[in-house]
């Protein structure tokens, strides 16, 4: 597992951000800080274990956690114990049983992803994280440019992990949910959160971000309404 800082400006406010699968900065360079600080987890390949929350995040009077697809459940297992630390925790698009008929991306069609990868279908699966919503092109500028074996290898571990670990208690507060995700299934995303937390339904497909200018404007959205 990697980490950057992605804007480190010496601002009051954190946004601790863990990124999903096969991803690195890249697609997140067209992203404004506006006026936070993010740090981001990345490339969940030899996860560790255990996790010692770095003393330089208590310099910062305000810390906010985003994470999303696969890495809600990698920030829900480090992040769970210091939950009292985050004042507010937001799951995009995931959940804490990312293979899961019923709760993530079915089985089948994740072993299938794993046993087929190649450059082509890499492609195919980029394109069904848009599903027609806009941004296809953005990312397309700034895609991740990152080797196969690479993400093919970060895919196993991201099972191995997952499957060897419990996520632990819930450490979410709101969930925002895609109506257009063909990842993680809308319909499981809902099951998954229904009655757990606050919702809150965006018509997006599974990569929602470029429908916001940056991450104070994503966090704006949240906060004015969930379900």
């Given at each position: 597992?990697?980490?950057?800082?992605?804007?480190?400006?010496?601002?009051?406010?954190?946004?601790?951000?863990?990124?999903?699968?096969?991803?690195?900065?890249?697609?997140?360079?067209?992203?404004k800080?506006?006026?936070?600080?993010?740090?981001?987890?990345?490339?969940?390949?030899?996860?560790?274990?255990?996790?010692?929350?770095?003393?330089?995040?208590?310099?910062?009077?305000?810390?906010?956690?985003?994470?999303?697809?696969?890495?809600?459940?990698?920030?829900?297992?480090?992040?769970?114990?210091?939950?009292?630390?985050?004042?507010?925790?937001?799951?995009?698009?995931?959940?804490?049983?990312?293979?899961?008929?019923?709760?993530?991306?079915?089985?089948?069609i994740?072993?299938?992803?794993?046993?087929?990868?190649?450059?082509?279908?890499?492609?195919?699966?980029?394109?069904?994280?848009?599903?027609?919503?806009?941004?296809?092109?953005?990312?397309?500028?700034?895609?991740?440019?990152?080797?196969?074996?690479?993400?093919?290898?970060?895919?196993?571990?991201?099972?191995?992990?997952?499957?060897?670990?419990?996520?632990?208690d819930?450490?979410?507060?709101?969930?925002?949910?895609?109506?257009?995700?063909?990842?993680?299934?809308?319909?499981n995303?809902?099951?998954?959160?229904?009655?757990?937390?606050?919702?809150?339904?965006?018509?997006?497909?599974?990569?929602?971000?470029?429908?916001?200018?940056?991450?104070?404007?994503?966090?704006?959205?949240?906060?004015?309404?969930?379900?």
């Amino acid at each position: 597992m990697k980490t950057d800082w992605l804007i480190r400006q010496n601002n009051k406010s954190l946004l601790v951000f863990f990124n999903g699968w096969g991803q690195n900065a890249r697609p997140f360079e067209p992203f404004k800080g506006e006026g936070h600080d993010v740090f981001m987890f990345w490339d969940y390949r030899n996860p560790p274990e255990s996790f010692s929350w770095p003393e330089e995040f208590d310099s910062y009077e305000r810390i906010t956690l985003v994470a999303w697809s696969m890495g809600a459940w990698f920030a829900n297992y480090y992040f769970s114990p210091f939950a009292d630390k985050i004042q507010q925790k937001i799951a995009v698009n995931g959940t804490l049983h990312p293979i899961d008929d019923q709760f993530g991306i079915p089985e089948k069609i994740f072993a299938g992803t794993y046993l087929t990868l190649n450059d082509q279908n890499l492609g195919k699966f980029n394109k069904r994280m848009f599903y027609g919503s806009a941004g296809e092109e953005l990312y397309s500028d700034h895609s991740p440019k990152r080797p196969i074996e690479e993400v093919k290898e970060e895919l196993k571990s991201i099972a191995d992990f997952c499957s060897s670990n419990h996520a632990g208690d819930n450490l979410f507060d709101l969930a925002l949910i895609s109506e257009q995700d063909r990842i993680f299934p809308f319909k499981n995303l809902k099951t998954f959160w229904k009655d757990k937390i606050q919702t809150k339904t965006i018509s997006q497909a599974h990569f929602p971000f470029y429908q916001w200018s940056g991450w104070d404007d994503l966090l704006q959205s949240v906060n004015v309404s969930a379900e």
